[in-house]
């Protein structure tokens, strides 16, 4: 998206996540900007874990594979020619009832297999002037970003005065239910 004219100092106003807000003051204008989500992996501190298991199942008569973090067999009587099997699944916070059975004779468990890496969110933004990279950066998301064009804040117009700095802010919502709510009363 463009934004402001030729004579303006575009400040870019933002902010990621719950971090502070943010300048950037172009010298340059008018700027374009694009915004972008990106998967990332969760960090260079990610601690990889888990572990597969491999077992047969009797009822299914397949082989079956899972990737876990902990695991816990439980007899479910004589009646059954098998065992269930309790899996707490890579990202899973609680051991849940996996699959039909279990041949406790068949379980494998390899320790070489482990969690994926799990991956966030991650916005960024580029600034550009006349399609040339002026301004980039990345954070965590979500981004909230506002472009000020001029020497007011967004939602403001300015206007001349005789005063330093030679030009004042007014709020356009403020002033708008001003001059409605005194159209009404003229009525």
């Known amino acids: 998206m463009i934004y402001c004219l030729e004579s303006d100092k575009p400040i870019i106003i ?7 807000e ?3 003051k172009s010298s340059f204008a008018p700027i374009s900007i694009e915004t972008k989500l990106s ?3 969760a960090g260079d501190n990610y601690n990889s874990q888990g572990f597969q298991v491999r077992f047969y199942s009797p009822n299914n008569f ?3 594979d899972y990737i876990v973090t902990e695991y816990k067999i439980v007899d479910i009587g004589e009646a059954y020619n098998y065992d269930e099997i309790l899996l707490k699944q890579c990202g899973e916070t609680t051991l849940s009832a996996n699959g039909p059975g279990i041949d406790v004779s068949t379980l494998v468990i390899n320790p070489n297999i482990k969690c994926p890496v799990p991956e966030i969110d991650r916005c960024s933004f580029i600034v550009r002037h006349e399609d040339q990279i002026i301004f980039q950066d990345q ?9 000020q064009c001029g020497n007011c804040p967004p939602h403001n117009i300015e206007c001349k005065a005789n005063h330093y700095p030679g030009y004042c ?4 919502e403020s002033t708008a239910q001003k001059i409605h709510n005194l159209a009404n009363k003229i009525k």
């Open 139 to 147: 954070g965590d998301c979500p981004l909230s970003l506002e472009v």
């Open 169 to 172: 802010c007014i709020p356009c």
């Open 62 to 64: 397949l082989y079956t």
């Open 22 to 24: 943010r300048r950037f």
């Open 14 to 20: 933002y902010k990621f996540g719950e971090n502070p």
């Open 39 to 41: 998967k990332i992996a």
